[in-house]
Nanobody, 116 residues
Framework: QVQFVESGGGLVQPGGSLRLSCLVS????????LGWYRQAPGKQREWVGD???????TYTESLKGRFSISKDNAKKMVYLHLNSLKPEDTAVYFC??????????WGQGTQVTVSS
């Protein structure tokens, strides 16, 4: 069973914004805190932030203030809002269980490219 399906990436100019979406299987959405991650070319996957079952969020320090996470319980969707994008934000973005949990199989991710 596919657990995570990410979408919404694309090419954006520096300073622009995007909203990424992740459709989560019900078995994961209803019972686990969820997280967003990203992997830049040639780098290891890194944690971006989490959202709890109750909707509380935490973020990696360097991205606070520019990125935010929200969710729609009815649609089983988790969103990552990217603002004031920089070229160094170029990466494939993934969602999965929150940091600290052994991840489920990764989805295909969604590519974000920040370039003028």
């Amino acid at each position: 069973q596919v657990q995570f399906v990410e979408s919404g990436g694309g090419l954006v100019q520096p300073g622009g914004s995007l909203r990424l979406s992740c459709l989560v299987s019900r078995s994961s959405f209803d019972f686990y805190n969820l997280g967003w991650y990203r992997q830049a070319p040639g780098k290891q996957r890194e944690w971006v932030g989490d959202i709890t079952l109750g909707g509380s969020t935490t973020y990696t320090e360097s991205l606070k203030g520019r990125f935010s996470i929200s969710k729609d319980n009815a649609k089983k969707m988790v969103y990552l809002h990217l603002n004031s994008l920089k070229p160094e934000d170029t990466a494939v973005y993934f969602c999965n269980l929150a940091r600290g949990r052994f991840p489920l199989p990764w989805g295909q991710g969604t590519q974000v490219t920040v370039s003028s």
